[in-house]
């Protein structure tokens, strides 16, 4: 059973489409994040979510939107995307919301051209 | 506001050799602090964590970290690198309070040669 699973893998698309990712952990979580990996591999926090509620917005621009309809799932709705979004994103999720670690899902690669 | 620095954004060891990866941070309060590895195209795993317990924490596949806080460092060690161990390692630490984020250093690429 995979703890954090993301979908898709793979996201190619155009500049100006909307697109989702979704995530779901099966760990019984309270808390969960998305994280974005740029082509340097660096990582950088955008969300953070506790029992549904969102604890961190990090200065992430409102054409990304995540959602999460329940505790084990944070979505990630982006519109109008731009080549600027290309990126690897992650998903986690921890039991508490500070000091635990976190357990990653296996990321998505989204391109845009 | 806390920051993690990681030395070296490569390290070549020979397989058998001594391998160091090294971290430091700043933070006005105590740290948590991880150590994750990244396998090519793949998610992040934990290796080990600091959370106020010991100061020398043992993790998977052999590897260990010392938190020193006088240094505020926590470099990652193996006595001998396996061939397995070439990957991309990150250290983060995490505050009380914080939203529970990671805050990632930049990252390390480890290669092993035979």
């Known amino acids: 059973d995979t703890a954090v699973s993301q979908t898709p893998k793979y996201l190619v698309t155009q500049m100006g489409n909307d697109k989702s990712i979704k995530c779901e952990q099966n760990?019984?979580?309270?808390?969960m994040y998305w994280y974005k990996q740029d082509s340097k591999k660096f990582l950088k926090i955008m969300f953070s979510y506790n029992n549904k509620e969102l604890i961190i917005n990090e200065t992430v621009p409102n054409r990304f939107s995540p959602k999460s309809p329940d505790k084990a799932h944070l979505n990630l709705h982006i519109n109008s995307l731009e080549l600027g979004d290309s990126a690897v994103y992650f998903c986690?999720?921890?039991?508490?919301?500070?000091?635990?670690?976190?357990?990653f899902g296996p990321g998505t690669r989204l391109t845009v051209t | 506001a806390q920051s993690v620095t990681q030395l070296g954004s490569h390290v070549s060891v020979s397989e058998g050799a001594l391998v160091l990866l090294r971290c430091n941070y700043s933070?006005?309060?105590?740290?948590?602090l991880f150590w994750y590895v990244q396998y090519p195209n793949q998610g992040l795993q934990l290796l080990l964590k600091y959370t106020s317990a010991a100061t020398l924490v043992k993790g998977i596949n052999g590897f260990e970290a010392e938190f020193k806080k006088s240094e505020t460092s926590f470099h990652l060690t193996k006595p001998s690198a396996h061939m397995s161990d070439a990957a991309e390692y990150f250290c983060?630490?995490?505050?009380?309070?914080?939203?529970?984020?990671?805050?990632f250093g930049q990252g390390t690429e480890l290669s092993v040669k035979p």
């Open positions: 760990l019984g979580h309270d808390t």
């Open positions: 983060a630490v995490s505050l009380l309070n914080q939203g529970g984020k990671l805050i």
């Open positions: 986690a999720s921890s039991l508490q919301l500070s000091g635990g670690e976190q357990y």
């Open positions: 933070s006005s309060v105590p740290p948590y």
